[in-house]
């Protein structure tokens, strides 16, 4: 789907916004310091934090089946669909049965017909031809009712048919690949060229969207330039060095056999003057260092 791709957004370098020249990335830490080290540690406190917050959610509403029909219907009022259904099928599902099975599959059903009344307003916005909105709301609905039995796999397949639809093919995806293009027009302008050539990359596979077709025309030209291409691919390197350093990093207490061996990954591939070198053989130092009585 074309918002998927653009969720994944600029592909490799795209992780890496307002990075100064190939040269500057060498010194980029996996530590925490520099774009690439923040950036780690910002998506794993993001992680944690929806963990944690989901966690709660779910600690707070499982006393019974009776308090989770009750969180239920609220969820159900406040417009968290997903939420209620989540809740109403574990009432439903749940054996033995309890007096709340009865209820919980009524509402279930009741939401199905509730979401084939959204979904019907949804196509009722392509016939309007107001496209991007529609699909919107179509996506939205194949994910909220996504644990509503009688509902989930007509959505589904409904949403999945109309994305494959060529009269929509170009306008959904247009928008991503307006973005990326922009995107990657200005680290070119801003010298970060092995960058620009990674999101042209990944702009132009978002065709027949015109901001595609000029992304591929780009690309194609920078492809030509030797020096352009060594520059991406070293960055592309050295950012795929950085995201084992952090998956070893994890591993360190409780797999560090598993750590060293991707430790050991990054020293044969990474450049030996850049950062993430130095703090690889770093660690495996650390992790031969005699233990501390």
């Not at 219907?73 to 417009?79: L, P």
């Not at 979904?119 to 994910?143: G, P, T, V």
Request: glycine letters at 4%; charged letters at 30%.
């Amino acid at each position: 789907m074309a918002r998927v791709l653009a969720v994944a957004l600029f592909g490799v370098c795209t992780l890496l916004p307002s990075l100064p020249a190939l040269a500057g990335h060498r010194g980029h830490s996996p530590r925490g310091g520099g774009v690439f080290g923040a950036m780690a540690a910002a998506a794993r406190q993001q992680a944690a934090w929806l963990q944690k917050e989901w966690a709660a959610e779910l600690k707070r509403r499982a006393k019974n089946n009776q308090e989770r029909m009750r969180y239920a219907d609220e969820a159900r009022k406040e417009g968290k669909p997903r939420l209620a259904a989540t809740l109403y099928l574990r009432v439903a599902l749940q054996r033995p049965k309890d007096k709340n099975a009865g209820a919980a599959k009524a509402a279930l059903k009741s939401m199905a017909n509730e979401g084939r009344a959204e979904m019907k307003k949804a196509d009722e916005l392509l016939s309007q031809n107001r496209i991007i909105e529609a699909f919107d709301k179509l996506d939205y609905l194949a994910w909220a009712y996504e644990e509503v039995p009688e509902f989930n796999s007509e959505i589904k397949s409904h949403v999945q048919k109309l994305h494959r639809d060529p009269n929509y093919e170009s306008v959904l995806k247009e928008r991503p690949a307006a973005d990326l293009f922009a995107a990657a027009q200005k680290q070119e302008s801003d010298g970060e060229r092995c960058c620009a050539y990674w999101t042209y990359e990944e702009a132009a596979k978002l065709a027949p969207a015109p901001s595609a077709v000029k992304a591929a025309e780009r690309f194609e030209a920078m492809k030509k330039d030797p020096e352009i291409v060594a520059e991406a691919e070293e960055c592309r390197l050295l950012q795929e060095c950085h995201q084992t350093f952090h998956s070893a990093e994890l591993l360190e207490k409780s797999l560090p056999n598993k750590a060293e061996e991707l430790f050991n990954q990054i020293l044969a591939k990474a450049p030996h003057d850049s950062e993430v070198y130095k703090c690889a053989k770093e660690e495996i130092a650390k992790l031969h260092a005699p233990k501390k009585k």
